[in-house]
């Protein structure tokens, strides 16, 4: 039966049946689709001009992904029209490393680099000095990794610990400590994430490792998070706590180009709210900041949406 779904999803898309491959696959439970499944339906995805929904999900087969180079170009390509450069480069160099002297993807990297090079028509509202921040490739070095291989969990997100409770957890915020932290911010939060943190206001997180490409040796290595922050001022890991966004930023250095969402265990780099592109009102990327070299601006993902649905738990 898989086999004929198989042949009917390539028919479907020789025939521009793009919704078709879409309708079909979603009827099929989460946890029953294939690594060739995901990519059949982020292939549609694309074609509908669907792109961070495509990119949401090639990255829950990331690990599988890591030597195909079908996977980096489809991803690559769903970057490059949400305008997502680096992300895109990222891609594309990948996929053309596994599959040299393709002639799509080097017509993708010419593209990007030309893009890359153009002048920004305006600058973005963050205050912070150009200088002094820069847009890194991920290097090896500056990523947390876990030594088993980490794959994507089902179930319940969230871990209630009792370290979870007593520093994270808060009530759900009202629209009034939303508007005031947004303030006091000076940043407009992602919806996505205020609708979460309305249903459960911060925490630990079972799934807490997003997958980075190597670009040097095409392995993945692996962002760690301890925990995410939610919106208040009471608990210490809120928005607005003692050990939040701000203090933060001001205490280590860490960029001024947005929010603190996340923290490295030790606090050894933060998971930013990247506000650049867009301006404080915009929908910011989501990008990971190390401690000891907070210049380098690691991008994760175009959105907080995309970020939430890439975090995987380990194997143990």
Do not use: C
């Not at 929904?53 to 170009?73: I, R």
């Not at 890991?237 to 003692?242: C, S």
């Amino acid at each position: 039966m898989r086999d004929d779904l198989l042949v009917q999803l390539q028919e479907w898309h020789e025939e521009d049946e793009f919704q078709e491959i879409v309708d079909a696959i979603q009827a099929i439970p989460v946890e029953e689709r294939d690594y060739e499944l995901v990519n059949h339906l982020g292939r549609a995805l694309n074609n509908l001009e669907q792109y961070e929904e495509a990119v949401e999900q090639f990255l829950t087969v990331a690990k599988e992904g890591t030597g195909d180079p079908l996977w980096h170009y489809r991803i690559g390509l769903a970057y490059y029209y949400l305008e997502q450069y680096a992300h895109a480069l990222q891609a594309f160099e990948r996929a053309d490393e596994l599959d040299p002297e393709d002639e799509d993807t080097l017509e993708f990297l010419g593209w990007i680099r030309s893009k890359m090079e153009e002048p920004s028509e305006s600058e973005p509202e963050v205050e912070t000095d150009p200088e002094a921040v820069e847009e890194f490739r991920v290097p090896v070095d500056v990523v947390a990794t876990f030594e088993a291989v980490p794959r994507p969990a089902s179930g319940e997100f969230w871990n209630d610990s009792e370290q979870a409770l007593e520093h994270y957890v808060s009530n759900p915020p009202s629209d009034g400590l939303i508007e005031s932290v947004e303030e006091q911010l000076v940043f407009r939060l992602p919806a996505s994430y205020i609708e979460m943190m309305k249903l459960h206001n911060g925490g630990i997180p079972y799934n807490r490792y997003f997958p980075v490409a190597n670009t040097d040796t095409g392995a993945t290595d692996y962002v760690e998070i301890e925990g995410i922050l939610g919106i208040g001022r009471e608990k210490p890991r809120t928005l607005a706590g003692a050990q939040g966004s701000w203090t933060l930023i001001e205490r280590e250095g860490y960029p001024e180009i947005g929010v603190v969402i996340a923290v490295s265990p030790s606090e050894s780099g933060v998971v930013m709210l990247d506000y650049r592109s867009f301006g404080n009102d915009g929908e910011p990327e989501v990008v990971y900041v190390k401690r000891e070299h907070p210049k380098e601006i690691i991008p994760l993902a175009p959105n907080f949406e995309t970020f939430i649905q890439g975090l995987m738990t380990p194997e143990v």
